[in-house]
């Protein structure tokens, strides 16, 4: 999948056993107080937009969707929402990135425990990412599609990354870790007003 360049140092494990029912999401080695003190900047409409990795920022290969989906200010205490998805040969399958940025940390940690509550059913564990909130994966399929997805807070961001496929399982939440990786560095770069930077070439 190419090596993952960045300045920041954040790893990503995963394992996958049997659903984890009632799973706690897994905090970071540092305390999440700590990771939330390094967020400086609440990202809107044109920050989230930057955060989305372009074709230049993901393997080789990879074709585009289509446009990035990109919204600003909503209700519940949003001020951002942005996604965009990529045709992966190498994964067989779709990889989407999105994030959501709400006004408050405290306003994403609740958003963050509901989208864990309505997962409970699918979710695989362990899991840990250094230098995030909170992070959580799972897996399911519907029909003839399965899908597999990690997702983060950091601060007052929520992101995730997601890859689906049809007509074979759902794939190992650790394929997805130089991605995650990835992503997660670009949401923290951008909330210290840095240019995002970080790619998985």
Known sequence: MGSWRSAGALVLVVGVGAAACGSEAQPAKESAAGASARVTKTLGEQEVRGVLPGP???PEGWRPRRAPEVRGQGEGGSVGFARRGYQAPDLDGVV????HSFSSAKTSRVEFAGMQKRSESSLVKPVRL???DEVIAS???LGPGCFT???FRIGAVNGWVNLNVDDHPAADPKVLNPLVRMFAERVRQVQQGEE???SAR
């Open 96 to 99: 989407g990135f999105g994030l």
């Open 130 to 132: 250094d230098a995030v």
């Open 149 to 151: 997805f990690v997702q």
């Open 196 to 198: 995002p930077t970080a």
């Open 139 to 141: 897996k399911y399929c």
């Open 56 to 58: 230049s920022d993901v």
